[in-house]
């Protein structure tokens, strides 16, 4: 169970910061409308890769699975955020649960697969 906490933890972290260099990004530069959504979607991917990482790295066991779940709870955080300002669950909302439960498990694959530090 921790590790799938920290794990989520620092895929928030990750998200919430690709979040927040996107926003500078937009306020600077004139960024077209269409591609505001598709850049929310890479960051919510990113924080879900680091989010299997994070976890895979600390169990070094069932990274794809352990990668699975961390990208689920980080999908069902964001979609608690999102239900205030929504109108519902759209396709989008499936877009984005499957780029980040597939991000998820690569980052959990690489995780485990990773080589270990040596001490």
């Known amino acids: 169970m921790r590790p799938v906490a920290y794990g989520i933890l620092f895929g928030t972290i990750a998200c919430v910061a690709m ?8 306020s600077i530069v004139d960024v077209p409308q269409m591609l ?6 890479l960051s919510a991917c990113v ?3 680091i989010s299997g990482l994070v976890c895979s790295r600390m169990s070094r066991e069932k990274g794809f699975f352990l990668g699975l779940v961390c990208g689920a709870v980080l999908f069902l955080i964001m979609l608690l955020c999102n239900i205030p300002g929504s109108q519902g669950v759209g396709l989008m909302a499936v877009i984005k649960l499957l780029s980040m439960l597939i ?16 001490r």
């Not at 979040?19 to 937009?26: A, D, E, G, K, Q």
């Not at 505001?36 to 979607?41: D, G, M, N, S």
């Open 47 to 49: 924080g879900a890769f």
């Open 36 to 41: 505001i959504e598709p850049l929310a979607l």
């Open 19 to 26: 979040l927040m260099l996107l926003s500078v990004i937009l």
């Open 103 to 118: 991000s998820a498990g690569v980052g959990g694959v690489a995780g485990v697969n990773a080589p270990r530090r040596r």
